[in-house]
């Protein structure tokens, strides 16, 4: 079982930053996704970053420019420094792992608990 803490998530002006961290503990699998979702009232939880064991990243397009995602792999944490942030930024940001083997998905999929993002106007 996986266990992600993450800590970071705060109120902050438009145009301020925040950095997000996460570490996972527990992982006995070789290799792995990490990354950030968020969630905003009313709306479905949607993918900010994600990080590969081959330090592969993927952004959403609501984000490129502004985010950046990075990870120790040696820890087995994520980080995401959050630049320029928006109104539309706020939400509860979410740590995701996903356990793989080389390029296979296990199917194993863990979340952490959330840690809110507000960003006032």
């Known amino acids: 079982q996986v266990r992600l803490v993450e800590s970071g998530g705060g109120l902050v002006q438009a145009g301020g930053s925040l950095r997000l961290s996460c570490v996972a503990s527990g992982s006995a699998f070789r290799d792995n996704v990490m990354g950030w979702y968020r969630q905003a009232p009313g709306k479905q939880r949607e993918l900010v970053a994600t990080t590969s064991s081959g330090d592969m990243t993927n952004y959403a397009e609501s984000v490129k420019g502004r985010f950046t995602i990075s990870r120790d792999s040696a820890r087995d944490a994520v980080y995401m420094q959050m630049n320029s942030l928006k109104p539309e930024d706020t939400a509860v940001y979410y740590c995701?792992?996903?356990?793989?083997?080389?390029?296979?998905?296990?199917?194993?999929?863990?979340w952490g608990r959330g840690t809110q993002v507000t960003v006032s106007s």
């Open positions: 995701n792992f996903k356990g793989y083997d080389g390029a296979y998905y296990t199917g194993s999929n863990y």
